[in-house]
Nanobody
Framework: QVQVVESGGGLVQAGGSLRLSCAVTGSIFNIATMGWYRQAPGKQRESVATSSNSGGISYADSVKGRFTISRDNDKNTLLLQMNSLKPEDTAVYYC????????????WGQGTQVTVSS
């Protein structure tokens, strides 16, 4: 299993930028995919961006062209650069890592709050 811890959330005005980081520890060699998810008040958790070990990257339509997911393998960190933020991006953002070691398992972080003011 792996452990993930998010950081970098905060309050920003519409049009601004934030960068989220996710520090990964543990059995990182078993990681198959990693991603960022978010949950706004009263809504279900949704996928924002994912990155697989095969190089595949996907984004939610609502963030395409504004958000960029990347990995810093030297630091075992997953990043999410968020530009041109909108009030509707306000949510708790979670990092997740899915591993396979005979069984699939997804580890979640505690979440970091992102608030975009209009």
């Amino acid at each position: 299993q792996v452990q993930v811890v998010e950081s970098g959330g905060g309050l920003v005005q519409a049009g601004g930028s934030l960068r989220l980081s996710c520090a990964v520890t543990g059995s990182i060699f078993n990681i198959a995919t990693m991603g960022w998810y978010r949950q706004a008040p009263g809504k279900q958790r949704e996928s924002v961006a994912t990155s697989s070990n095969s190089g595949g990257i996907s984004y939610a339509d609502s963030v395409k062209g504004r958000f960029t997911i990347s990995r810093d393998n030297d630091k075992n960190t997953l990043l999410l650069q968020m530009n041109s933020l909108k009030p509707e991006d306000t949510a708790v953002y979670y990092c997740a890592a899915t591993t396979y070691n005979g069984n699939w398992y997804t580890s979640w972080g505690q979440g970091t709050q992102v608030t975009v003011s209009s």
